[in-house]
């Protein structure tokens, strides 16, 4: 059972990314990914957990943290912006 919607993930991460700073391309490489495949995260597709997984790290070394917490059965998502974290 997933935790939020892909839509709901695609636009923590488009919210992170511009937090950051960062275009679409800039976060794909520093993501390990396509251009292609972060517009479509955004745009609430799909995608395998190993992918998210590279572009939350890849968003956490700029500073920007994502965080879901889902007490009493209500799911809450947060972005945070803090210092940039160089470790994975």
Known sequence: MEIVSATVLGRMIAAGRML???DQAALADAAGVSASTISNVERGSDARENTIISIRKALRRTGVTMTIDKSNGIAIAAI???EPDEED
């Open 20 to 22: 950051a700073g960062l």
């Open 80 to 82: 945070r912006f803090d």
